[in-house]
């Protein structure tokens, strides 16, 4: 499986800020994972929604979002969606560390809906599947139960800014069993070689993508990539949405394979996952990182 490589040990200066950034995170990670697996995942839950979201300014772009999307919600409503939001990403930033714990804890999940008899049908068939989803709820929890029903998701991933950082998240996506692979030319041929062998990919699909077509995503216009429906297309894979909510223990998850999205042209199939993606939105608010810049149409 392809990693990240180890960054230098001697940064330059034009690196320092993500050198003392990425040992700040380290310290974070390595004191939580101390804790218990409940207390760990409550604990980071409650740093990202009270130091590190409103210190970074996410706590403000939230709002930002939630002003523009839910004007029919007052200000008290847009501060406890932003606020269940962080708490929520900080939960998920800590899940997907906890390498061991958070997969174990999956494999008793299992998943829902329509989509499960298809995504088991294509598999017995050799058939592709891209499974999609956005950054919602804890999106890593389906894809390790499916592993742990012995499919074979691959995963396809973005590379962070910081490479300090990165080095260390590459491996936690590793860990939960299946490729991973980063976008770009060389990461494009591994997941393409996976997807005409039969397996399985997951994608997610929900943020600003430069240049790609301008969508509707909860009733305002939003560049959205269309590659996943381009993918589906190509190979003849089922394009199915997916969706890990998470429960009122804050712990637990609930998840959903939604019907197949037919195949007709790249966009449609594009606006099909966003109206998918919305109603999930709309039903679970706090439960969607409200802290990416979404809306950002335009930009050319």
Not at 59 to 78: E, F
């Amino acid at each position: 499986m392809p990693s990240a490589s180890a960054p230098s040990s001697d940064p330059t200066p034009g690196k320092i800020s993500h050198y003392l950034s990425n040992a700040l995170i380290v310290s974070l990670i390595r004191l939580a994972l101390v804790l218990p697996y409940g207390a760990r995942v409550a604990f980071m839950g409650r740093v990202v929604q009270h130091v590190i979201g409103p210190v970074a300014g996410y706590r403000r772009r939230a709002l930002g979002n939630l002003a523009r999307i839910r004007p029919d919600l007052d200000s008290t409503a847009h501060a406890q969606i932003a606020s269940g939001c962080l708490n929520n990403v900080g939960r998920t930033f800590i899940e997907n560390y906890s390498e061991r714990d958070f997969p174990k804890r999956m494999q008793g999940l299992v998943p829902q809906g329509a989509g499960v008899a298809a995504l088991r049908e294509a598999a017995d068939a050799g058939r592709p599947v891209i499974l999609v989803t956005g950054h919602f709820g804890n999106y890593e929890a389906t894809r390790a139960a499916l592993v742990a029903q012995n499919y074979d998701i691959g995963g396809l991933y973005r590379n962070m800014k910081n490479p300090y950082f990165n080095a260390h998240y590459v491996k936690t996506m590793e860990a939960f069993g299946g490729p991973v692979f980063p976008q770009g030319r060389k990461g494009t041929a591994g997941f393409v070689r996976h997807l005409k062998d039969g397996g399985q990919l997951v994608l997610l699909f929900d943020q600003h993508v430069q240049g790609a077509p301008v969508l509707d995503f909860m009733g305002e216009p939003a560049r959205t990539a269309v590659s996943a429906a381009e993918l589906a297309l190509r190979y003849d894979a089922l394009l199915i949405p997916f969706y890990s909510i998470r429960q009122p223990d804050g712990l637990s998850f609930e998840s959903v394979l939604e019907a197949p999205v037919p195949h007709s042209d790249a966009q449609t199939m594009t606006q099909a996952l966003n109206d998918s993606l919305a109603a999930r939105v709309k039903a679970h608010p706090e439960q969607w990182f409200w802290v990416h810049r979404r809306w950002r149409s335009h930009e050319p």
